[in-house]
């Protein structure tokens, strides 16, 4: 075919539409999707980068610290709250509030149980100007002393009432379970008062490891590019010092043990710990759904019919260490310990009717689907997933879940979730503790 | 770079697509109307049944009805538990209701495979709740409900706002209810309540999901198409106007409040406000509370106050602007005397009081909170439930008006705000109510608070002038002005001729009492001002004690602070002739009052 003019402008439409209609070698693949959405991760200048392919924009910005912090201060949470109220070197907490406000952004802390995170909403046209902000913030960050004061009041308060609060007993509890102290949790003892973490300190914190690149995973939210993305982070976030974060050393459970505190009166409080798969493998799934399932019918039970327990939660937590947890407060301590075993027995002993099963998996489906229904949902279930490195748990939930079969259940009990330990405060006169262990 | 236009076109479609959300109506034979948004972003499918009534459910004298209507109505689901968000159950659903002054909402959440179900369990739930027998566990959720409420200062207080601004039978206003009458209510009684209002035209049901709407129309009828009601509709909720109460002001104890919270509120328009003033109000709550209004200026970055809040609240109650500050404790005072300044402002120079950033970040934070909230699917079902119930006829409209521009704010604060706000109330922790209440009492003056405050004195009405003698004394009193040399607390010459002109007037009625109205120029500070203020009717008191024999106690010092310059403050002669004191008549009730600084 001669080569002439037409060819020429016909090849370049051509190349053109190509160009236009191919996302850029740079987009990466990616590794969960679905009809409705897709997941793809990257690295940027050392950053950790997790992008959800959605119609609306949300930004978050997260570190992995949360109140399973080191010596149990809980300080990383308030430095976390205090970080959402603080200004720059350059503004005053005030100026800096009216800045991004004025750049049309929202900030708020996000502090969990195992990670914390600082989440921004601004609509997308707004995006690059309070990025500028947050890298500043983060760069240059100068606490509020009058907010962060009231916090460190608030936090004090909550350890000196803590000696009534159930809820407090029962956090306290799991860190008896592990082997290493550096896990441990906060001291039971209502003497702990020393524990509480100074402003000075909270500032010193600041120049540390915590808020570096290593530390830190971005999820955005919304319908952006690698390259915007790349343009985001470029003088603000890669202007973080890279840090040096230590591989996590794996943490122990005590296994087979019960740890009682007699407490004839009150409340009490009962925390226990099994051994259950990594995250990795697909039963931790099923583990996952029997922990969900589990923690509504005690609630039903203890908390709503019997009134033994004032809350119940029953959760599966892949890390530091894969384990199940059940977290129980209220009157009656005892009784509601043996009946949480004897419902465990049940389900380990392939009690569980196809009909039970069926209509719990019906709401347990509906659960899964309400953590992925909103832009901020998505981000906060990235953002776990990637800290606790368990995207398994996230590929097509609802199709698992329709998969689980009643044997499931039995079968992931007795091969994966052994090795009981239980912490008990209460009335121990009517303890059977070779009941709690035989599990 | 060839990726940015695939990504850029791909951005536009998606945004397009979100604003591309319409709600769709249709009306079944039986009268009930139905709306659909769909969505296929998700895999869940939202049912929302809004009907109108609410808390016009309580009879006459009672309460409870209305509320524990909200807590039958699931009760026919037999669930597997309840959580702290809502309730699941077996069938894989969560529900969720709330109660509002004229309109109750109730909304179910289901994955698609349980759609069906869900919408039939709605219907079930309709259809049963007259029948069941109340079981006790409802009374003692609904009673564990009243006493949270009650914990939470802000919301306690918020509800006490909504029933000293409106005028609605007793139990029409409280949507929470009280002990002494919740215990009262049989299944008879609930019956008799209610069923009037059941009557499909009286329903609005709404659901989102991704089936096509034509798909739901049809579901939809299938569900609720047959239900005709018992009563033909008799008795449906009269949707009247809502009348204002009487003013009030008030001060309360409340142990879990740790800090103040001083709340006021300004009428704007009733739930089924048409003429978009409720639109105004919003805008101008978005300006009133970012970082740039004048506002946080001198309230929180002055350090009088935490915090600060515009709110405007309507749509699904009688609408009301309401202002939130939590003052610090010693700054009660303070911060009334600002707020009183800054509403000036507001209206007598609408180009000062916020900056044009300020504007504009209010209008960017307004379509950030539409998107969120646009973003959840079962709020966007209570929003188009709101409105259909508050009888908008744009209900299904979902476009986004624009902003307000700052003229039609400034327009707007002129006409609804500048006036004292209708209710007003300080929530405090009994250890500081005593200084407080004392504090709040003798302060209204200046944020023009007190129902018993006089007006200021060159606005007065006519009508009320006082007729004969003492009319003509009211007459010669009211263009007199006292002025001061330089900024001393010392009258000048021809103001002390002034003085004696009044003595005189004085001693010929020495029945009638004066108020001694002190006011400042606007230099400085304004709670210094306000001080000058109380200092220079002081002044003009001790003279008119020492010199010319008037008992003090006729005299009643009633300060101003900066508020109603008569002149703008731009030239030194102006400031000087703001600087003033003025007599005006104050009632025989009138009590000297102490100021605490």
């Given at each position: 075919m001669p080569f002439n003019r037409h060819t020429t402008f016909i090849s370049l439409i051509l190349a053109t539409l190509l160009l236009w209609g191919c996302p850029s070698n740079k987009q990466p693949k990616p590794f969960l999707s679905s009809d409705l959405t897709s997941v793809a991760r990257f690295e940027f200048s050392g950053i950790s980068v997790i992008q959800v392919q959605q119609a609306r924009l949300h930004m978050q910005v997260d570190f992995l610290?949360?109140?399973?912090?080191?010596?149990?201060?809980g300080a990383e949470q308030i430095l976390m709250k205090g970080l959402a109220q603080a200004g720059t070197s350059q503004k005053s907490p005030h100026e800096f509030a009216r800045s991004l406000e004025n750049a049309g952004g929202r900030l708020e802390a996000l502090v969990a149980a195992d990670f914390s995170g600082l989440r921004l909403k601004c609509m997308p046209e707004d995006l690059k100007n309070c990025f500028q902000l947050i890298g500043d913030l983060l760069l240059n960050p100068k606490l509020n002393p009058r907010y962060t004061i009231e916090l460190l009041e608030e936090w004090d308060q909550s350890k000196s009432t803590a000696k009534m609060d159930p809820t407090f007993w029962a956090d306290s509890l799991q860190g008896l379970l592990w082997l290493e102290a550096s896990t441990a949790t906060v001291d039971p003892s209502p003497s702990a008062d020393d524990r509480i973490p100074t402003f000075t300190q909270l500032e010193e914190m600041l120049t540390g490891p915590l808020l570096s690149r290593c530390n830190m995973a971005l999820v955005v939210s919304g319908p952006l590019d690698v390259e915007s993305i790349g343009d985001l982070i470029v003088g603000s976030l890669d202007m973080l010092p890279e840090g040096d974060c230590p591989p996590q050393s794996p943490k122990s459970l005590k296994t087979g043990v019960v740890e009682v505190l007699h407490k004839p009166e009150g409340d009490g409080a009962i925390c226990a710990t099994w051994l259950a798969p990594s995250s990795n493998l697909p039963d931790a799934f099923v583990a996952d759904a029997i922990a969900k399932m589990l923690e509504i019918k005690l609630q039903d039970l203890l908390v709503k019919k019997l009134k033994l327990a004032h809350a119940c939660r029953f959760q599966y937590i892949p890390k530091p260490a894969p384990h199940l947890r059940l977290d129980m407060m209220g009157p009656q301590m005892s009784q509601a310990a043996e009946l949480a075993a004897s419902e465990l027995r049940k389900a380990k002993n392939l009690e569980m009717s196809a009909t039970s099963l069926d209509s719990a998996k019906r709401w347990l489906g509906l659960v899964y689907q309400q953590e992925l229904e909103s832009s901020s949902n998505w981000a906060t279930t990235v953002a776990k997933a990637h800290f606790h490195e368990?995207?398994?748990?996230?590929?097509n939930p609802t199709e698992r879940l329709k998969a689980l079969l009643p044997s499931h259940v039995p079968y992931v009990l007795q091969k994966h979730c052994t090795g009981v330990s239980w912490v008990f405060v209460g009335d121990t006169t009517k303890l059977d503790k070779k009941s709690l262990l035989r599990l | 770079m060839a990726a940015k236009p695939f990504w850029s076109w791909l951005f536009l479609c998606c945004v397009t697509w979100a604003q591309a959300q319409q709600i769709e109506t249709r009306m079944l034979q039986n009268g009930m109307t139905v709306a659909y948004v769909q969505d296929t972003t998700r895999r869940m499918t939202h049912f929302g049944l809004t009907i109108r009534g609410g808390a016009a459910l309580n009879p006459p004298g009672e309460s409870g009805i209305a509320h524990l209507f909200e807590h039958h109505f699931w009760s026919s689901i037999d669930t597997l538990a309840r959580q702290s968000s809502g309730l699941f159950t077996e069938q894989g659903v969560l529900a969720s209701a709330n109660t509002q002054t004229e309109h109750h909402g109730f909304f179910l959440t289901s994955s698609e495979d349980d759609a069906d179900e869900a919408l039939g369990m709605m219907y079930a739930s309709l259809a049963t709740c007259l029948y069941r027998p109340l079981q006790p566990i409802i009374f003692a959720e609904l009673i564990a409900e009243i006493q949270a409420a009650e914990n939470f200062p802000a919301y306690y207080l918020q509800t006490g706002m909504m029933n000293r601004m409106w005028q609605t039978s007793e139990s029409a206003k409280d949507r929470i209810g009280k002990f002494y009458h919740i215990r009262q209510i049989d299944i008879d009684k609930l019956q008799a309540a209610i069923q009037p209002y059941l009557h499909p035209g009286n329903c609005l049901l709404s659901a989102t999901g991704r089936k096509e709407s034509e798909s739901f129309f049809l579901w939809a009828d299938s569900s609720f198409g047959s239900w005709y009601p018992v009563s033909a509709g008799a008795g449906l909720p009269s949707m009247k106007l809502p009348k204002l109460q009487k003013s009030e002001y008030w001060v309360e104890e409340n142990a879990f409040c740790d800090d103040p919270i001083l709340v006021m509120a300004w009428p704007v328009a009733g739930s089924r406000d048409l003429e978009g003033l409720g639109k105004l109000a919003h805008d101008f709550a978005c300006v009133a509370r970012t970082k740039s209004s004048a506002f946080y200026r001198d309230l929180v970055e002055a350090g009088r106050a935490k915090s600060i809040w515009w709110e405007w609240e309507g749509g699904y109650n009688p609408g009301q602007l309401v202002l939130k500050v939590s003052p610090f404790p010693d700054s009660i005072q303070a911060c009334l005397s600002t707020i009183s300044k800054t509403i000036e402002e507001t209206t007598r120079y609408p180009s000062t009081w916020v900056t044009k950033k300020g504007w504009e970040a209010a209008a960017k934070q307004f379509r950030l909170a539409q998107s969120t909230a646009w973003d959840h699917s079962s709020i966007r079902l209570d929003l188009i439930g709101e409105r259909w119930a508050a009888g908008d006829p744009e209900w299904s409209n979902t476009s986004v008006d624009g902003f307000s521009t700052t003229d039609k704010l400034a327009q707007f604060a002129k006409s609804h705000l500048f006036q004292q706000p209708h209710v007003a109330g300080l929530l405090i922790h009994p250890r500081s109510a005593a200084i407080a209440s004392q504090q709040f009492t003798e302060t209204t003056a200046i944020a023009g608070l007190a129902s018993t405050t006089p007006e200021e004195p060159k606005d007065k009405n006519p009508a009320t002038m006082t007729n004969g003698a003492l009319g003509e004394f009211e007459k010669s009193l009211s263009p007199m002005r006292i002025l001061f040399v330089g900024t001393t607390l010392e009258p000048d010459g021809a103001s002390m001729t002034t003085l004696k002109t009044v003595a005189s007037l004085c001693l010929a009625h020495p029945d009638q009492k004066l108020y001694v109205n002190g006011y400042s120029d606007g230099v400085g500070d304004g709670v210094k001002n306000y001080r000058l203020s109380i200092d220079r009717a002081q002044a003009v008191q001790t003279i008119l004690v020492n010199n010319y024999g008037i008992k003090p106690e006729r005299l009643i010092i009633n300060p101003f602070g900066e508020a109603f310059a008569e002149f703008p403050d731009n030239t030194a002669a102006n400031r000087h002739k703001n600087r003033r004191v003025t007599f005006t008549f104050a009632p025989a009730e009138a009590q000297p009052r102490t100021f605490l600084f």
């Open positions: 610290f949360g109140n399973l912090d080191r010596n149990g201060q368990n995207w398994n748990m996230y590929g | -």
